[in-house]
Every structure is written in structure tokens, then in C-alpha cells.
């Protein structure tokens, strides 16, 4: 069975005449989209405030207090090490060596029960680009006042800031929780020290943290804090430095707050000194057992110096370890 296809249609003067004429029609008028039409201001970038997941029964939001813009790594990170180590190790992860940018990133865990954030942030004191707590809070939806308990990690200045300003709690209800030995280690502290570093926090404890005491439930290792959260010690980066274990209807985040302050220059490299760490050797072997635990348990973690939003896995590599930023798994 044969079939005939026509064929095309000739060109001829008067299609030709047409077509020119429309196309001189729109170089008359200009390109469809002008490119002053198309100009808009630069705007800027704005991080994200918060992020929110379901975990079981509760809901976990991480706040961003703020960033900061520092322009060394070494010897931070690597106290230990050459700084052409710790660069190629940085060069090797997609990272400049000159420089890097650190988070800060409190948590609010809503149990249903109880409200409760951890950590304080910095504090409006410390800075232009940090101490932005109340402004993640609102974000969130949340009120200071509505803060229930607030659980102290440990107390560095970047956790402990925002307690208190204009001499005020910023979280007026609030019931506070730490550990026994955190808190008797910094509240003997002198702020006339001649350590001017020691001196500095323990001014700071002694403004942010003593007038709250009265208020605070004092915590051991496997102690809980409210149901569903229990203290993990990880002592060495403070010599009460805590983790928390966050559990409900079978789903569990651990929450390292400072066990590793890097997620390439102290995670992938737990034995690397960091000079923020108080007692070095006991910070490794802290990063060594929390991280080793998390991985093999394939538990979902947050760090409060993780990349925002600040919440992942931690995997085994070879003898040390590397962090795996969290997808889509709190949204099935």
C-alpha cells in the first residue's frame, strides 16, 4: 500500500514580503524583554533562622543564632599538627585553608509537655553577626516566655550569653539544667584570674549564670533532664561538657553540642587538638567514643557548630569519621 506525503509549500514573494515585514515590526519595538525592565537590585544574603523536623512524638528546631567570619583555621583546628597538614586536609574536603565560618546553632525540642531550648546563644554583646537568639526564636514562633526549661551544654561564652540582658532573664519561666560538674567547676572560678582567658569567662559565668542558680537542677551522667532527654558525658572540651540523648516513640537524636566544633577540620579528624578544648586528651577520647557510638548506632545528630541547619549522620571512614548533612529523612 503506496501513500503520497505532500509536499512542502513553495516560498513565495508574498510570504516572503510578510515575514519581513513582521520581523522589522519587532526590531521597531525593541527585544520582547528589555534589559532595564529586567534589572533588579541586589538584595543581599539572608542565612535561614530556623529548621524544623519531627522526631517521634516531638518536634526539634534548630536555631541560628549567627555566623562569624574567622581568617585561620590552623591552629584552631590541628593545634597538634603542621599547617600545611591541616591546609591540604582542608584543600582535599573543598575547603580554603585562610579562613572559615562558624555557626552557632541553639535547639528547641517541643515534647508536647515541655518546651525546652538548649543553649543561650551569645548574646547581643559579643557582636554585629551573632547573638540573633530572640530574632530565630520569633521566627520559629516562639516566645522567651514560653521557654520552659533551658539546658546548659556547658558554659562557654557562646552558650551562655544570652541568659541574661539589661540584667534581666530573657527566658522568664524557665526552669535551668546542667551538669554537677560544669557548674562547680566554673562558679569557683576567679574573674581577677591572671589568666586573662579564664578571667573573661568566669566574669561572664558569674553575670549570665550564678544569679539563675537558685533555678537550676543540677545533672550526672545518664541523668535525665525532662522525659525523653538524657545527659551523655563527653567531658574535655569544659570539664563538664555534656551531650543529650533525644528519644521518642523509637526515633533518637543525639546532640553533641561541642564534642567537635568542625565538621572536616575535628570530625573527620577527632585526634586533631583544638585550642577551644580545655583538656585536650579528654576531648579526643570524648569525640573518639560519642562519634564511633553515633555512627555504628546510625543515629541522626546535631552539633551546636555543625553547618546550618545543623543536623545529620555521622559515618565511619577507615579510623576516623565524616559527617553526612541530613536530607529528606525527618520528612517520611
Not at 14 to 21: G, K, L
Not at 43 to 54: D, N
Not at 111 to 133: C, H, I, K, M, Y
Amino acid at each position: 500500500m503506496s501513500s503520497t506525503r505532500p509536499s512542502p509549500r513553495s516560498l513565495t514573494r508574498r510570504d516572503f514580503a510578510a515575514s519581513a515585514t513582521g520581523a522589522a515590526a519587532i526590531l521597531a519595538t525593541g527585544p520582547l524583554v528589555r534589559s532595564a525592565d529586567a534589572r533588579a537590585p541586589m538584595l543581599g544574603t539572608e542565612p535561614p533562622r530556623f529548621h524544623r523536623i519531627k522526631l517521634g512524638e516531638f518536634e526539634v528546631t534548630t536555631l541560628l543564632d549567627g555566623l562569624a567570619k574567622v581568617p585561620r583555621v590552623h591552629p584552631i583546628f590541628g593545634q597538634n599538627q603542621d599547617a600545611e597538614t591541616v591546609a591540604q586536609h582542608l584543600k582535599a574536603n573543598f575547603l580554603p585553608s585562610d579562613g572559615m565560618v562558624v555557626g552557632f546553632t541553639p535547639v528547641v525540642v517541643n515534647t508536647g509537655t515541655s518546651l525546652v531550648l538548649f543553649d543561650a546563644g551569645n548574646g547581643g554583646a559579643r557582636g554585629p553577626e551573632r547573638g540573633f537568639l530572640q530574632k530565630a526564636l520569633a521566627a520559629a514562633g516562639y516566645k522567651p516566655e514560653q521557654i520552659d526549661t533551658v539546658i546548659l551544654t556547658h558554659m562557654h561564652p557562646d552558650h551562655i550569653g544570652g541568659l541574661i540582658e539589661d540584667k534581666n532573664p530573657v527566658f522568664p519561666n524557665a526552669n535551668y539544667v546542667t551538669g554537677q560538674r560544669e557548674f562547680d567547676f566554673w562558679s569557683k572560678q576567679d574573674p581577677a584570674s591572671s589568666d586573662e582567658r579564664m578571667a573573661g569567662r568566669a566574669k561572664l559565668v558569674q553575670a549570665q549564670v550564678m544569679p539563675l542558680a537558685e533555678r537550676m537542677t543540677f545533672l550526672k551522667d545518664g541523668n535525665e533532664a525532662v522525659s525523653g532527654i538524657t545527659a551523655v558525658a563527653a567531658y574535655g572540651h569544659t570539664p563538664g561538657h555534656m551531650c543529650f540523648n533525644i528519644e521518642s516513640a523509637g526515633k533518637r537524636l543525639m546532640l553533641f553540642a561541642d564534642l567537635t566544633n568542625h565538621y572536616v577540620a575535628s570530625l573527620q579528624k577527632p585526634e586533631w587538638h583544638v585550642v577551644f578544648d580545655m583538656d585536650k586528651d579528654a576531648a579526643v577520647a570524648s569525640r573518639k567514643r560519642i562519634l564511633a557510638m553515633a555512627a555504628a548506632d546510625k543515629v541522626a545528630t546535631t552539633g551546636y557548630h555543625m553547618p546550618f541547619p545543623a543536623l545529620g549522620y555521622v559515618e565511619q571512614a577507615g579510623d576516623a569519621f565524616r559527617w553526612v548533612p541530613a536530607s529528606y529523612q525527618f520528612m517520611l
